[in-house]
C-alpha cells in the first residue's frame, strides 16, 4: 500500500526556532499534500493543502508567514514552523494524495516548543 | 458550516463484545465518509471509505454504513479484540470543497 512517512517523528526546541518538519510519499507520486494539526483533546484541522509546483493554500487562520510550506517535488512536502512559541506545541499529520478520495496518512510529528 | 460529532467519545467493552461507533454530520452534502483508526501518539490508518453514492463498507469485521440524507454513519466492530483498542476517527469530505472535517474520534478499549 501507499506509504507516507514523516520525519522528525518528535521534535522539541526553544522557543523563537524554527523547525522544519518533512512529509515524504515513499512508493508514489502525490499531487497533492495535505498538512493538519492536532491540539490534545481536539479534532484534527487542516491547516494547508499544497499542490507540487504551486504555492500552498491555507486555511482560515493559519498563517502563511508562520507555517511556511514548500511542495518541491511530487514525494517530498516540507512544513516550517518559523519563529515557535510553546503555543504552536502540537502533533503536525501530513498526508498525500494521488486522487483526491484517497489520502495516505504520515506517522505525525510531536512538536514540543519550550 | 459542516460540523462531524461521534458518540460515544469513549467506550470500554470486554473482549469479543460486538459494537457500534456513531458518526453524524450537519450538512448531507458530502463527497465521501471515511473512517480511521488512530493509535496513541501516532498517525491515521484509514479502515473505510464510503462514497456519497454507497451506502455500506465491509473489510473483515468493519463495517461501515452511512446514511446520507439522515447526516449518519456507523462503524460496527465485530467480535472486538484487545488489539483494536484505538480512537477511531469519522471524517467528512465536503462535497463543496473536497476537504475533510473530522469528528473529536471515540478511544475505543477492549479488554482481555
Known amino acids: 500500500g501507499a506509504v507516507v512517512s514523516q520525519h522528525p517523528s518528535r521534535v522539541i526546541c526553544k522557543s523563537g526556532t524554527s523547525v522544519k518538519i518533512e512529509c515524504r510519499s515513499l512508493?508514489?507520486?502525490?499531487?497533492?499534500m495535505f498538512w493538519y494539526r492536532q491540539f490534545p483533546k481536539q479534532s484534527l484541522m487542516l491547516m494547508a493543502t499544497s499542490n507540487e509546483g504551486s504555492k500552498a493554500t491555507y486555511e482560515q487562520g493559519v498563517e502563511k508567514d508562520k507555517f511556511l510550506i514548500n511542495h518541491a517535488s511530487l514525494t517530498l512536502s516540507t512544513l516550517t514552523v518559523t519563529s515557535a512559541h510553546p503555543e504552536d506545541s502540537s502533533f503536525y499529520i501530513c498526508s498525500a494524495a494521488i486522487r483526491r478520495e484517497t489520502q495516505y496518512f504520515g506517522p505525525g510529528t510531536r512538536l514540543l516548543v519550550l | 458550516k459542516q460540523e462531524v460529532t461521534q458518540i460515544p467519545a469513549a467506550l470500554s467493552v470486554p473482549e469479543g463484545e460486538n459494537l457500534v461507533l456513531n458518526c453524524s454530520f450537519t450538512d448531507s452534502a458530502i463527497y465521501n465518509l471515511q473512517w480511521f483508526r488512530q493509535d496513541p501518539g501516532k498517525g491515521l490508518t484509514s479502515l473505510l471509505l464510503i462514497q456519497s453514492s454507497q451506502r455500506e463498507q465491509t473489510s473483515g469485521r468493519l463495517n461501515a454504513s452511512l446514511d446520507k440524507s439522515s447526516g449518519r454513519s456507523t462503524l460496527y466492530i465485530a467480535a472486538s479484540q484487545p488489539g483494536d483498542s484505538a480512537t477511531y476517527l469519522c471524517a467528512v469530505d465536503h462535497e463543496n470543497n473536497r476537504k475533510l472535517i473530522w469528528g473529536l474520534g471515540t478511544s475505543l478499549a477492549v479488554n482481555p
Open positions: 512508493d508514489f507520486q502525490a499531487t497533492t
